[in-house]
């Protein structure tokens, strides 16, 4: 496997692209725990799903749910719907999906 060398161009425009997704997934975090949006709008937001909730880690998500820390988070993925710790929104299988829906009341789009 060899490693591309990228030109400075190339490698600012990632990290241009990764600052932006940062910052919109810590906004998303913010307006989630402040109630101004919620799982279901999210999940039914195909742009925004697509472009920053899918490779969010599912940890990472409900621990920004309002009266849900990392503590609550880490019991809910544990014990509830039986999800790795590590796994990530777009990476779920069809029973994680299910699971993960019906505990959140998310509308199947």
Do not use: T, W
């Not at 161009?9 to 910052?23: F, P, Q, V």
């Not at 949006?37 to 937001?45: C, R, V």
């Not at 309002?66 to 777009?90: H, M, Q, S, T, W």
Request: proline letters at 1%.
């Amino acid at each position: 496997m060899s490693i591309n060398n990228l030109s400075n161009s190339d490698r600012k425009r990632g990290l241009h692209k990764a600052r932006k997704i940062r910052k919109k997934r810590a906004e998303i975090k913010d307006s989630l725990k402040n109630k101004e949006i919620d799982l279901n709008a999210l999940f039914n937001n195909k742009e925004i799903y697509s472009e920053y909730i899918a490779n969010m880690k599912v940890l990472d998500l409900i621990s920004a749910l309002p009266y849900c820390g990392k503590i609550k988070a880490i019991k809910i993925l544990k014990e509830e719907l039986n999800i790795c710790l590590r796994k990530k929104v777009g990476g779920l299988g069809k029973n994680q999906i299910e699971r993960f829906y019906n505990y959140f009341n998310i509308d199947k789009i």
